[in-house]
């Protein structure tokens, strides 16, 4: 089976505070993605890569940036980290169309 | 844009019940569609895909046709139990390995 696992489950931090969250895959994956999950919202496309080093903007990347020095890991950072960032992220890899996602990490930014 | 647009929730059923949760997409090529579920405390796991149209996927008693007549993939289990508790969301795919545009989900609560 696919294995995504990410770092936290849950994190709390402060403002203006930098933060990192880290998601590794086992299958070998080329591609993966970093989403925020808001009630009402869905899943909302922060950044995704499709090889190691190679990035792109998703939907809301404003505010994250991302880094991905291996295959396997996909690391996401939040520079300086505002209330509005609360929220549940999830990450995912996929092959031959259909993504498997982490666990989530539930961070609340006081 | 590309997006997907599903009935909102939340939805409450008593077990053994009909489900149906309705998903219509709006895209500029011709998406693979998908439904994933969430089960409390985890993330999501893919239930169901279809890859071109009058595709029908099932799994676990869900199914849903991809009908692109009407840009429609709706879910649908025939007698839900307690453990289908869970909220369900609708994506699609223009591209393989790129990003899913996932919808707002729907809360499914089944009683017993």
């Known amino acids: 089976d696919v294995k995504v696992t990410q770092s936290s489950r849950y994190l709390v931090k402060r403002t203006g505070e930098k933060v990192f969250l880290e998601c590794v895959q086992d299958?070998?994956?080329?591609?993966m993605f970093w989403y925020r999950q808001d009630p009402g919202l869905g899943l909302r496309l922060i950044y995704f890569s499709y090889d190691v080093k190679m990035k792109e903007k998703g939907d809301i990347p404003e505010g994250y940036s991302v880094s991905r020095e291996k295959k396997e890991r996909f690391s996401l950072i939040l520079e300086s980290a505002s209330t509005n960032q609360t929220s549940m992220y999830l990450c995912?890899?996929?092959?031959?169309?259909?993504?498997?996602f982490g666990p989530g990490t539930r961070l609340t930014v006081l | 844009g590309d997006s997907v647009t599903q009935m909102e929730g939340p939805v409450t059923l008593s077990e053994e019940a009909f489900l149906t949760i309705n998903c219509t997409y709006t895209?500029?090529?011709?998406?693979?569609l998908f439904w994933y579920v969430q089960y409390p405390g985890e993330g999501l796991q893919l239930l169901l895909k279809?890859?071109?149209?009058?595709d029908k996927g099932s799994n676990k008693g869900f199914e849903a046709t991809y009908r692109k007549e009407t840009t429609s993939f709706h879910l649908e289990k025939g007698s839900v139990q307690v453990s289908d508790s869970a909220v369900y969301f609708c994506a699609l795919s223009l591209l393989n390995d790129y990003k899913l545009s996932f919808g707002a989900g729907t809360t499914v609560t089944v009683r017993a």
């Open positions: 895209a500029t090529g011709y998406p693979s």
């Open positions: 995912a890899s996929s092959s031959r169309g259909s993504q498997f």
């Open positions: 279809a890859t071109k149209a009058d």
């Open positions: 299958m070998d994956h080329e591609n």
